[in-house]
């Protein structure tokens, strides 16, 4: 999500893989999306996997009584909805469609989870693909973290260095880094 995903190929040429091999227990769908339209709710059910094929999607999170922060974007070949799916059942982010009309290939989550039990090397690089996420999380809100605490200090040095590493990661955060930056001006 933040920087290269050098699993996420590996990931996506398995998956197809399985797709063309268990095609007929597999139930997909091709969806179109119009710009603005919510893919993903925050808090549902996770039902399937979605593989954004063309588009632009904001990955956004929305805290009780505030409007919602957009934590990254993402283009097409992303995988959506991965966490929710494996993790505890129940989706922790919006996504929405951005910047034009979107295409999606939503795979059932219990067949794909069916179907999976054949390829234990995907099962391999989708648990490696999720804890390369996570520890980009953490690195992100380490640096957020070590921000926070420059603007507290008054530590105009160490400030600039955090801005200068959150800047490369996606524009989301990039805008953060300008936010802290501001407030110390």
Avoid at 156 to 180: G, T, W
Wanted: aromatic residues 2%; proline residues 3%.
């Amino acid at each position: 999500m933040w920087g290269q995903e050098p699993q996420l190929e590996s990931v996506l040429e398995r998956l197809k893989l399985l797709l063309s091999a268990h095609s007929n227990e597999l139930e997909t769908k091709s969806l179109h999306a119009k710009p603005g339209e919510l893919l993903i709710k925050q808090a549902a059910p996770a039902e399937c996997l979605l593989l954004l094929t063309q588009g632009k999607v904001a990955i956004q999170l929305q805290r009780k009584g505030q409007t919602a922060r957009t934590l990254a974007v993402l283009e097409a070949e992303a995988l959506l909805g991965e966490m929710g799916l494996f993790g505890n059942g129940i989706h922790s982010t919006d996504v929405r469609v951005v910047d034009g009309p979107a295409q999606l290939l939503a795979i059932n989550g219990d067949d794909l989870l069916k179907a999976m039990i054949y390829d234990s090397d995907l099962i391999i690089e989708l648990l490696a693909l999720v804890s390369e996420r996570i520890r980009r999380s953490n690195e992100v809100i380490s640096l957020l973290i070590d921000g926070i605490a420059a603007l507290h200090d008054k530590d105009e040095f160490l400030l600039e260095k955090v801005c200068q590493s959150l800047r490369p990661l996606d524009h989301c955060i990039a805008n953060a880094a300008e936010q802290l930056k501001q407030i110390s001006d």
